[in-house]
């Protein structure tokens, strides 16, 4: 397709906890040529007032026709967020690809998210 929708999937994770990646697996259906806009993965925060921003991002980057049309993960890592449930709702937003060269039937298989916790503060 020339255009592509984003889905976002909720990060729930525990108050206090620190979110440190968030990978997200995809399969695609072949492709003769790379899509012009590649596939990303995106970790906001949605603020009690409306405010939505982004913690950190990622961009598939499959080197190849080969690599991308193959069940791969976009990961983001290194990310040091201490999650506050009190102030802000986490969640992952996945754009498909797009632009010359997209197809349909792409498929999320997984959406994993990686944190570590030393003190949980509540029980939310």
Same mark, same amino acid.
């Given at each position: 397709?020339?255009?592509?929708?984003?889905?976002?999937?909720?990060?729930? &994770?525990?108050?206090? !906890?620190?979110?440190?990646?968030?990978?997200?697996?995809?399969?695609?259906?072949?492709?003769?040529?790379?899509?012009?806009?590649?596939?990303?993965?995106? &970790?906001?925060? +949605? !603020?009690?007032?409306?405010?939505?921003?982004?913690?950190?991002?990622?961009?598939?980057?499959? +080197?190849?026709? +080969?690599?991308?049309?193959? !069940?791969?993960?976009?990961?983001?890592?290194?990310?040091?967020?201490?999650?506050?449930?009190? @102030?802000?709702?986490?969640? !992952?937003?996945? @754009?498909?690809?797009?632009?010359?060269?997209?197809?349909?039937?792409?498929?999320?298989? +997984?959406?994993? &998210?990686?944190?570590?916790?030393?003190? @949980?503060?509540?029980?939310?």
């Amino acid at each position: 397709s020339t255009s592509a929708d984003g889905i976002a999937f909720p990060i729930d &994770v525990p108050d206090g !906890a620190t979110l440190t990646g968030v990978d997200i697996w995809i399969d695609p259906v072949p492709h003769t040529s790379r899509p012009a806009t590649m596939p990303d993965l995106r &970790v906001k925060y +949605a !603020a009690s007032n409306g405010t939505n921003s982004t913690i950190d991002s990622e961009t598939d980057s499959s +080197a190849t026709t +080969a690599a991308f049309g193959a !069940a791969h993960a976009i990961s983001i890592t290194g990310m040091t967020e201490v999650i506050d449930r009190t @102030q802000y709702r986490y969640y !992952a937003l996945f @754009q498909g690809e797009k632009g010359a060269n997209s197809l349909t039937g792409l498929r999320i298989t +997984a959406l994993v &998210v990686h944190y570590t916790l030393t003190t @949980q503060k509540s029980d939310l």
